[in-house]
C-alpha cells in the first residue's frame, strides 16, 4: 500500500520569504512524486514531479522540491514568496513497480496562505 | 488543445436518480482517470482505465460505474445517487507519469 502524509492543513507566510510545504509518504517500491496546485474552483495543476535521478527538482512557477529518500519526503519549496501563490497543494506519490496507468496517492492538501 | 473537459460544471440530483458525468480529452492519452475531492480528504481515486476497453476499480467505486469505448471518452455513471455521493468529482487523463485534470463537476445530492 502507499500513503503520503501532509502533516500541515495550512502554512502562513509573508510575501517575500521562503516558504516550505511538508510532505512524507510511504511505498513498497521506489516512489514517483507528485506537487499539484488548486486554485479555488479549478482543477489540479501539475507543478513539478520527482521520477528518478537529481534529489533537486525543478517546476513551474519557481518551485522546487527536495527528494530525501532517508526521510522518505518530497517538500515543496519556493526561495520568495508571492500572494498569487496562495492555493491549495497536494503531494502525491506511486510505486515505480506498478503499470503504465499511474494510480496515485494523494495527501489531504495544505492550504498555503501567503500575505502582504 | 481544449486538454480535459467535464460537463456538467454543477449538478443537483434527488436520491435515487441516476446520471452521468461526462469527460473528454483531447490530448490521445491512454490512461484516464475519475477522483473525488471531499473536504479534509484529499482526492480519492473511483476508477481508473489503462487503456480503451479496460477499466479497473480504485479505492471507492461503490455506486459508481464507468466504461471506455474510446480513447477520448471515460464518462462516469451514478446507478443510485445517494446524499454520501455529494463531492466534487474531477477527470484526469495521462500518458506517463503525470496526470492532467479537468475544471471538475460539483454534484449535490439532496
Known amino acids: 500500500a502507499q500513503s503520503v502524509a501532509q502533516p500541515e492543513d495550512q502554512v502562513n507566510v509573508a510575501e517575500g520569504n521562503p516558504l516550505t510545504v511538508k510532505c512524507t509518504y510511504s511505498v513498497s517500491g521506489n516512489p514517483y512524486l507528485f506537487w499539484y496546485v488548486q486554485y479555488p474552483n479549478r482543477g489540479l495543476q501539475f507543478l513539478l514531479k520527482?521520477?528518478?535521478?537529481?534529489?533537486l527538482v525543478k517546476g513551474s512557477y519557481g518551485f522546487e522540491a527536495e527528494f530525501n529518500k532517508s526521510q522518505t519526503s518530497f517538500h515543496l519549496k519556493k526561495p520568495s514568496a508571492l500572494v498569487s501563490d496562495s492555493a491549495l497543494y497536494f503531494c502525491a506519490v506511486r510505486d515505480a513497480r506498478t503499470g503504465t496507468a499511474s494510480k496515485l496517492t494523494f495527501g489531504t492538501g495544505t492550504r498555503l496562505q501567503v500575505t502582504l | 488543445n481544449a486538454g480535459v473537459t467535464q460537463t456538467p460544471k454543477f449538478q443537483v440530483l434527488k436520491t435515487g436518480q441516476s446520471m452521468t458525468l461526462q469527460c473528454a480529452q483531447d490530448?490521445?492519452?491512454?490512461?484516464m482517470y475519475w477522483y473525488r475531492q471531499d473536504p479534509g480528504m484529499g482526492l480519492r481515486l473511483i476508477y481508473y482505465s489503462a487503456s480503451e476497453g479496460t477499466t479497473d476499480k480504485g479505492e471507492v467505486p461503490n455506486g459508481y460505474n464507468v466504461s471506455r469505448s474510446t480513447t477520448e471518452d471515460f464518462p462516469l455513471r451514478l446507478l443510485s445517487a445517494a446524499p454520501s455521493q455529494t463531492s466534487v468529482y474531477f477527470c484526469?487523463?495521462?500518458?506517463?507519469?503525470?496526470?492532467?485534470f479537468g475544471p471538475g463537476t460539483r454534484l449535490t445530492v439532496t
Open positions: 520527482y521520477i528518478t535521478g537529481d534529489n
Open positions: 484526469a487523463s495521462s500518458l506517463s507519469y503525470e496526470q492532467y
Open positions: 490530448m490521445n492519452h491512454n490512461s
